[in-house]
C-alpha cells in the first residue's frame, strides 16, 4: 500500500504569455481577505481544517492495522487500534459509533504517499483553481485527474508580472483504493487527507472539490468581521460622547479665561461697592439707635404720632402732657443737637395734651 515517493520539478512555462496588469474586483477583494486574515489573532488565522473536531485514522505498522481516535474541541481521544478483517472492522464500528461523533474523518498517511509540484499560472487562473488544475492535471502530472487525490495552496501572488504560484499536492488514489473501500463499509469514509511531511508538519488534502475553494476559511472570517462590526456598532455611541465630552471640555477651557475675567471684575466691583456703601453708612445715624435714644429721653405721658429721620435731621410730631420740657430732655441727651420747636405747640381742652413738632440734628 505504500507508494515510492517521487519528486517533481517545475516545468511549467508562462503559456499564458504577456499577463496584463489589470487588478480586478475578485482581485481587491481577495487581497482585502488577506488584510484581514493578518489582522487575526494567531489562533483564529492558523486554523486550518486539521484543527476541527474530526475522527483520525492513521495506518498501523502492519498495512492491515489502523490507530483510530477522536479529535473534540482540541482534545484527543484513543480509541484503539483495529485490524481490517471482518471482526476488526465490526469492533472498529461499534467503538466509533459515539454519541455526538464529528462527522469529519481524517486519514493519516506517511510523507511517503505524498507527491507535490510547484505550477505556475496566470493570476486570473486564482478565480477559479479547482478547475484549471483539473484541466491541467494530466499535462502536468504523469496521472489523470481521477487517479489521486489532490489538493493546491497558494504559495505567491505576483500581481506586477501577473503570475500565481501554487503548490499542487497529490495522493494516488490506487495504493489508498482497499483501504478506503475498507473505511466505508465501516461507516468512516474519509473526507480528507493528511500526509505527514518530514518535519512533521500535515499538508491537508480534501476529497470533496465541489464546495468552493476558500470557503472553508470564509465561514470564520466573515463571522469575525461580523462580530468585530457588532463591537464596532456597540462602541460607538460611547466613542461618539466621549467626542462630544471633549469638544465641550476644550470649549470650556477656551472660555475659562474670560470667565474668569468676568468673575474677577465681578468680584472688584462688588467689593468696592460694598466698601463705599460702609463707609456711607458710617456717616449716617443709626435709625435703630436714634428710635432707642428717642423713646429714653420723651417722658411717659408723651407719645408719637409721627417721626421721619432724614440724612442727621429728625422730626417729632405728637401729643404730650407738657409740650415746652421735651426740648430740655432732647438736648440732655448726646445723640440729638439742637432740638426745637417746629412749629407753635396747640393745647386740646378737652383732654389737656398738647400737640407739638419738634426738628432736631442727629449725631452720627
Known sequence: ???????????????????????????????????????????????????????????????????????????????GRFTLDPAGIRTMKQACALPGRPNAIVLRLAADFLLEKQLTLPLAAERDLDRVLGFEMDRETPFAIDEVYWDATILERDRRQGRLKVLLSLVPRAPLAELIQTLSAA???????????????????????????????????????????????????????????????????????????AAQLRRQITGGGGEAIAAERTKLPNPLKVLAAATQALPDDTHLTDLSLKNHRLSLIGQSAA??????????????????????????????????????????
Do not use: C
Open 1 to 79: 500500500m505504500r507508494a515510492a515517493r517521487r519528486e517533481y520539478v517545475d516545468l511549467t512555462n508562462d503559456s499564458g504569455g504577456a499577463a496584463r496588469n489589470i487588478v480586478t474586483i475578485g482581485d481587491f477583494f481577495t487581497w482585502w481577505g488577506d488584510q484581514l486574515r493578518a489582522l487575526l489573532p494567531t489562533g483564529l488565522a492558523g486554523a486550518t481544517p486539521l484543527d476541527h473536531d474530526a475522527v483520525l485514522i492513521a495506518i498501523g505498522d502492519a498495512p492491515d492495522l489502523v490507530d483510530v481516535a477522536v479529535r473534540k474541541r482540541g482534545q484527543i481521544s484513543r480509541l
Open 187 to 261: 461507516d468512516l469514509a474519509p473526507s480528507m487527507l493528511a500526509p505527514v511531511l518530514a518535519d512533521g508538519s500535515v499538508r491537508p488534502i480534501q476529497l470533496d472539490h465541489s464546495a468552493p475553494r476558500g470557503s472553508g476559511r470564509a465561514v470564520p472570517l466573515l463571522a469575525t468581521v461580523t462580530a468585530v462590526l457588532a463591537l464596532v456598532a456597540i462602541a460607538l455611541p460611547f466613542a461618539k460622547q466621549a467626542i462630544a465630552l471633549h469638544s465641550a471640555d476644550a470649549a470650556i477651557a477656551a472660555l475659562q479665561p474670560t470667565v474668569d475675567e
Open 323 to 364: 409740650a415746652a420740657r421735651l426740648l430740655g430732655a432732647l438736648a440732655a441727651d448726646p445723640t440729638f443737637k439742637d432740638p426745637a420747636f417746629a412749629a407753635p405747640v396747640t393745647k386740646l381742652e378737652a383732654n389737656r395734651q398738647e400737640i407739638f413738632s419738634i426738628a432736631t440734628e442727629v449725631t452720627p
